[in-house]
C-alpha cells in the first residue's frame, strides 16, 4: 500500500513537472523567437507578386505602367510602416498584429475578388488601394514580432534579424508548395491563400510576442540561435530541391505535392524542439536550485535609523541693504529670448552614436540622409529586378516553367542574402571590427553583376542573375536595420526602423515605374505597330531591348548608392572600432547579478524577523531608485 501510494504521488508529481513545463515553455522568451519564425515565414506575400501579377494584368486588361504602379503601391504599402512604428511605441505588440492581420485579409481578398470576377471591376485607383492595404500588413507584422525579438535579444540583433528576415525570404518559395498542395496550379488562388493563412497566424500568436526581460552575455544565448541556422539551412535546400526537381526533372501530380508540402511544415516546426530542450534546461536549473539552495546566503543589514539632526543656523554678517534696480536690462531677457531657438537645437542635437536618438534627431542626422539615399539606390534596383523577372523571361524567350523557377530561385537565395548578411557581418564585427556600412557597400557592387547579366541578355544567365539578385536583395535588409540600431539606439527603433523601410518605395517608385516600366510600354509600342490592348489581351515585347537601357540606368544608380554609402563608413568608422554593445552587456549583467541576489536575507532592526527578498522585488527597487 505504500508502495501504491508513492507510486501515484510519483506519478501526480512529475504531471505538475510536465505541466509547469509546457507553461513554461509557451511563456519563455524563445517560443516568442519560435513563434516569430512562423509569423515572418508567411509575410513574404509581395515578394512573389510576379507570380500572380500576370493573372492581374490579363484579367484587368492593364499596360506595363499601370502594373509597375500597381507594384510601387505593393512596395510602398510593405515598406512604409511609420504608422505601425508609432502604434507600436504606445501599445503591446499584439495591437500591431491584430491590425495586420484585419489589414491582409480585407487587400488580398479584395484583389482575388476582383481577378476571379466575383465582384465588379474595381476602378485602377481602388487596386492601388487594395493592395496598399494588403501589403502594409507586413509592416504590422514585421514591427509586431521582429522588433520586438530584436528588443529582446539586443546583444545578437544581427544574427536575430538574418534569421528573422531569412524566413521572410523563404516564404515565397514555402507559399509556392502550400498553394500546390491546396489548390493545384492555379495561381489566382495563390492570392486567396496569402489573404487567410498569414492572418491566421498572427491572430494564433497574438499574445505570445510580447517584449521579455533582455537575454544576458551573448555566448550563453548563441547555440539555439545556430541550431535555428542550420533547420532554416536544411528548409532552404529542401526548397531548392523541390523546385529543381519540380521544375526540370518530373511534374509533381497533387499527391506528390502534398508530400513535399507536409514536408516542408515538417521542417518548418522543427525548431520547437531546440525551444523546449533550451527551456528543459532552464527548467531543471531552477528545480535543482529549489531542491538544493545555497548554503550560504549574502545578508545586507539596514543601518540604524536615527533622526537627522537639523543644520546649525549659518551666521550671516551684517551688511548694508543692497537696492536692486526694477529696470529689466537687455541682459537678464536674452535667455529667455533664445530659450526657444535653444529648446530647437538641443532637440534636434545628435547624441553620441550608439545612445538613444529621438526620432527627430534620427530623423535629421547626416547619418540616416546618407543611409537613406544609398538604400533608395540599392534595394530600389534589386526590387525592380524581382517584381519584372516574370516579363523578363518573357521577353528573353524563356519557358513558363523556367520563369517560375527564376521567381523560386530568388526567394531561396533572398534567405541565403539575409541570413549570411546577418549571421557572417555579426561574427566579422566581433572578431575584426569589420563595420557593416562597409558590408553594404559590398553588396551594392555585387548587385550591379546581375543588372548588367539582365541589361545585355547573355544567353541563359538569368539563372545567374535571379540568384545575384535574390541574395544581394536580402542581404541589404539585416544589414540596414541592424545599422539603424547600432547608430540610433533602440528606444525608438519601432518607428526607425520602419523609417528605414521607406526608402523602399521611393527607388522602387522611381527605377520601376517611372523608367522601367515607361521604357518597356515605349518599346512594346514599337513592336506593336499600333495594336490596342484590350481585357484578356496582353501585348508582350520581345527581345534584349525590352529592358537593356533600362537595367542600364539601374546599374549606374546602385553604383552611385555605393559611393553614398561610402560617406557612412567613413563617418562611422570610429565608432564600429569601439565596443557597439558595451551599454547592453553591462545592464544584462546588471539585470543578473541582482537575479542572483534574490535569496539574500535581509536582516532589520532589533526584533524583526529576517525575510528573504524575491528577484521579482530586488528588479522593482533598482527601477525605484532609478526613477
Request: charged letters at 15%; one cysteine or more; proline letters at 4%.
Amino acid at each position: 500500500m505504500v508502495f501504491a501510494g508513492g507510486s501515484g504521488g510519483a506519478t501526480s508529481g512529475l504531471a505538475a513537472d510536465v505541466f509547469r513545463l509546457a507553461v513554461q515553455v509557451v511563456r519563455g522568451r524563445w517560443f516568442m523567437f519560435f513563434a516569430s519564425f512562423l509569423i515572418m515565414a508567411a509575410s513574404g506575400a509581395t515578394y512573389i507578386f510576379s507570380i500572380y501579377s500576370g493573372d492581374i494584368k490579363t484579367s484587368l486588361g492593364y499596360d506595363q505602367s499601370t502594373l509597375n504602379t500597381l507594384s510601387f503601391f505593393k512596395d510602398l504599402g510593405a515598406n512604409v510602416g511609420i504608422l505601425s512604428g508609432l502604434i507600436n511605441e504606445v501599445t503591446p505588440p499584439w495591437v500591431v498584429l491584430s491590425m495586420g492581420a484585419g489589414m491582409n485579409l480585407f487587400g488580398y481578398l479584395m484583389i482575388y475578388l476582383s481577378i476571379t470576377g466575383r465582384i465588379a471591376r474595381p476602378a485602377v485607383w481602388q487596386m492601388y488601394l487594395y493592395i496598399c492595404i494588403g501589403a502594409n500588413s507586413q509592416s504590422f507584422a514585421n514591427t509586431g514580432s521582429l522588433v520586438t525579438s530584436v528588443k529582446n535579444f539586443p546583444e545578437s540583433r544581427g544574427i536575430v534579424l538574418g534569421l528573422l528576415k531569412g524566413f521572410v525570404g523563404l516564404s515565397g518559395a514555402i507559399f509556392n508548395q502550400l498553394y500546390f498542395a491546396i489548390y493545384g496550379d492555379d495561381s489566382k488562388s495563390l492570392v486567396l491563400l496569402i489573404a487567410w493563412l498569414p492572418a491566421a497566424i498572427s491572430i494564433v500568436f497574438v499574445h505570445t510576442i510580447r517584449i521579455m526581460e533582455a537575454a544576458s552575455v551573448p555566448y550563453k544565448t548563441s547555440k539555439p540561435f545556430y541550431c535555428f541556422l542550420y533547420i532554416s539551412i536544411a528548409l532552404a535546400t529542401l526548397l531548392m530541391v523541390l523546385i529543381v526537381v519540380e521544375r526540370q526533372v518530373v511534374t509533381f501530380s497533387r499527391s506528390e505535392y502534398v508530400i513535399a508540402a507536409a514536408i516542408v511544415l515538417l521542417l518548418l516546426f522543427l525548431p520547437l524542439a531546440v525551444v523546449i530542450k533550451e527551456e528543459l534546461k532552464i527548467f531543471r536549473k531552477k528545480k535543482q536550485a529549489l531542491a538544493n539552495p545555497p548554503p550560504l546566503s549574502v545578508t545586507v543589514e539596514r543601518p540604524a535609523i536615527t533622526e537627522a539632526q537639523p543644520p546649525e543656523p549659518k551666521q550671516v554678517p551684517a551688511t548694508t541693504p543692497t537696492i536692486i534696480p526694477t529696470t529689466t536690462t537687455a541682459a537678464t531677457t536674452s535667455p529667455k529670448k533664445k530659450s526657444a531657438l535653444s529648446r530647437v537645437i538641443n532637440t534636434l542635437k545628435s547624441p553620441e552614436r550608439g545612445e538613444d536618438y529621438s526620432i527627430l534627431q534620427a530623423l535629421f542626422s547626416i547619418d540616416m540622409a546618407v543611409l537613406f539615399l544609398a538604400t533608395i539606390c540599392g534595394v530600389g534596383g534589386t526590387l525592380t529586378a524581382i517584381d519584372n523577372m516574370g516579363q523578363i523571361g518573357q521577353s528573353l524567350g524563356y519557358p513558363k516553367r523556367s520563369i517560375s523557377t527564376f521567381v523560386s530561385l530568388i526567394s531561396i537565395w533572398n534567405y541565403a542574402g539575409r541570413v549570411t548578411a546577418g549571421f557572417v557581418s555579426e561574427i566579422v564585427h566581433a572578431k575584426y571590427k569589420f563595420p557593416r556600412p562597409l558590408a553594404l557597400t559590398l553588396v551594392l557592387l555585387l548587385s550591379c553583376v546581375g543588372h548588367l547579366l539582365i541589361a545585355f541578355g547573355v544567353s541563359q544567365s538569368l539563372y545567374l542573375a535571379s540568384v545575384i539578385i535574390g541574395f544581394c536583395f536580402g542581404a541589404q535588409w539585416p544589414l540596414l536595420f541592424a545599422i539603424i540600431s547600432e547608430i540610433f539606439g533602440l528606444k525608438y527603433y519601432s518607428t526607425l526602423y520602419n523609417f528605414g523601410g521607406v526608402a523602399s518605395p521611393i527607388g522602387s517608385y522611381i527605377l520601376n515605374v517611372r523608367i522601367t516600366g515607361h521604357l518597356y510600354d515605349r518599346e512594346t509600342d514599337k513592336q506593336s505597330n499600333g495594336l490596342v490592348r484590350t481585357k484578356g489581351k496582353d501585348l508582350t515585347c520581345i527581345g534584349v531591348e525590352c529592358f537593356k537601357l533600362s537595367f542600364i540606368i539601374i546599374t549606374a544608380a546602385t553604383v552611385l548608392g555605393a559611393l553614398v554609402s561610402l560617406i557612412l563608413v567613413w563617418r562611422t568608422r570610429n565608432f564600429y572600432k569601439g565596443d557597439i554593445y558595451a551599454r547592453y552587456r553591462a545592464a544584462a549583467a546588471e539585470t543578473e547579478n541582482e537575479a542572483a541576489m534574490g535569496t539574500a536575507i535581509v536582516t532589520g532592526k532589533e526584533g524583526e524577523e529576517d525575510k528573504p527578498i524575491s528577484s521579482e522585488e530586488v528588479v522593482a527597487n533598482r527601477d525605484e531608485n532609478k526613477s
